[in-house]
């Protein structure tokens, strides 16, 4: 590669939290660069969270332990050795494995049947917390697939 690889970007903490992770999780939640409108689908689905979980665990920690539940640890990749196309199982890097457990968790919010996205995002953050919903079974079956595949783990390189 000859040229030089890009900078990491500073990202800095959201202002209610003071959290980094959250600000990643609101740059995922935005769309057409509405970040304030991210920021209040958050925060508004950490109120309705709360509400729900009631006053035994703060709302932060229950979406970190939710996040964590839906971040996969191994993925299949499409390799091709001689004329067979076979699936690969290998380890996730760490920032990839945190963006790839949000992008789930928001997609499956998305897709979620309730009046607002507020409310959308924080059931799916209550799903994931107790290890079931849509994103929590995507982490499931991902891993399902890298150890139905684990035989072709020796193509790995």
């Known amino acids: 590669m000859r040229k030089t690889k890009p900078r990491k970007r ?5 202002p209610k939290f003071n959290d980094v992770l959250v600000t990643k999780f609101v740059n ?14 958050f925060y508004d689905a950490m109120e309705i969270v709360s509400g729900k979980i009631g ?3 703060n709302a932060l920690d229950v979406w970190k332990r939710a996040l964590a539940n839906v971040t996969p ?13 076979f699936q690969i199982p290998s ?19 998305r897709k ?3 009046k607002s ?15 079931e919903g849509a994103a929590f079974k995507k982490k499931e079956d991902t891993h399902r697939m890298a150890e139905a595949n684990k035989a072709f ?3 790995r390189f």
Not at 10 to 14: G, M, S, T
Not at 97 to 108: A, D, P, V
């Open 10 to 14: 500073i990202i800095l903490p959201d």
């Open 28 to 41: 995922n939640i935005m769309m057409h660069g509405k970040k304030s409108v991210a920021y209040n689908i």
């Open 55 to 57: 006053e035994e665990e």
């Open 73 to 85: 640890a191994v993925e299949v990749r499409s390799r091709r050795i001689g004329g067979a196309t």
């Open 91 to 109: 380890e996730i890097p760490a920032n990839r494995k945190q963006s790839i457990g949000m992008k789930n968790m928001i997609n499956f919010a």
């Open 112 to 114: 979620r049947h309730e």
């Open 117 to 131: 996205m507020g409310q959308k995002l924080a059931g799916e953050i209550i799903a994931a917390y107790k290890e």
């Open 153 to 155: 783990s020796h193509f």
